[in-house]
């Protein structure tokens, strides 16, 4: 693929993530509001509304204007590495965690009383291990991806090439 092929994929998948994720949070949002949890596989899965101030499972609850700025470094790092992919495998998990991240960037942002101190949306009950959103399936199935490739040795972007080095037979450029 062409490297704007490739940013195409990163930045367009990027794009589908959060549009899909803020569209499934304004739903949980106006739907799910002061309703009890919906077993959907019984206690296996279900859905129910919840907002989280924290990281995963509420970790860092009392430090939201930190895990803002994390999440701002993250999206930008994940954006700044957008442009070294040179596989479309690798584009495709870049792209599903920047796209996770500038979601949840979103909400910790925005979702608040005050710039940044948003909590992050979340609806997909997991048994009552862990309630999450469609930006935590986008993060994970990355991180999940990213550790397969790696383990595959399927490399991040290509080694860039030398220029070739002229052996001292070779005529120079230049005419007496």
């Given at each position: 693929m062409s490297k704007r092929s490739l940013l195409a994929l990163t930045f367009g998948l990027a794009a589908f993530w959060i549009v899909v994720d803020q569209a499934t949070k304004f739903w949980a949002e106006t739907t799910l509001a002061d309703q009890p949890r919906i077993p959907l596989l019984g206690d296996w899965f279900g859905l129910v509304l919840v907002y989280n101030?924290?990281?995963a499972f509420g970790i860092g609850?009392?430090?939201?204007?930190?895990?803002?700025v994390i999440a701002g470094?993250?999206?930008?790092?994940?954006?700044?590495?957008a442009f070294r992919?040179?596989?479309p495998l690798w584009a495709i998990?870049?792209?599903?965690m920047l796209g996770g991240a500038i979601s949840h960037f979103f909400d910790r942002l925005l979702r608040g009383e005050e710039l940044g101190s948003g909590k992050i949306v979340d609806f997909l009950d997991y048994g009552g291990f862990f309630v999450g959103n469609v930006a935590d399936i986008a993060l994970v199935g990355a991180a999940i991806g990213g550790v397969l490739?790696?383990?595959?040795?399927?490399?991040?972007s290509e080694p860039e090439r030398p220029a070739p080095e002229r052996s001292p037979s070779m005529p120079s450029d230049r005419q007496p």
């Open positions: 101030p924290g990281a609850a009392g430090f939201v204007w930190i895990l803002t470094v993250a999206a930008i790092g994940l954006g700044v590495l992919v040179t596989t998990v870049i792209g599903s490739l790696s383990m595959r040795g399927r490399p991040f």
